[in-house]
C-alpha cells in the first residue's frame, strides 16, 4: 500500500503523493482562506430599509454581528440580521439577499 510522502506520516495515500489530511492541508494552502462568510453593509442597509451610516453604527452598538473580511469591508452575520426583520418587506428583501 502506497503511504503519504510527508516524512513520519504514515497514512493511506489519496492524491499528489498525500493522504487525505496533507493532501487538503496543500489545498487550504493553495486556495487562501475561505471568503468570510456573511452579508455586505450594503445589502443588510437594502434588507432593513436604513442607511449604511445605521448599519455602521448597529454594528459599533453589537446590534448586529459582524466581522471584518480580509479586505476590510464588514461582513455581517445573516442570523443577527433576522433578529431585526419587524416587517414582510423587510423579510421578502432577506430573502432575496441570503438565497
Ligand atoms: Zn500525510
Sequence with gaps: MRICDVPGCGRKHLALGLCANH???KRRAELGPP???GLWSGQVARI???SLR???RMIEAGDLLA???P???FRIDPASVEAHITTD???ARYR???A
Design 23 to 25: 493532501y487538503q492541508a
Design 67 to 69: 466581522e471584518r473580511s
Design 71 to 73: 479586505g476590510g469591508n
Design 89 to 91: 418587506a423587510q423579510l
Design 54 to 56: 445605521t448599519v455602521q
Design 96 to 98: 432575496l439577499e441570503v
Design 35 to 37: 471568503p468570510v462568510p
Design 48 to 50: 432593513l430599509g436604513v
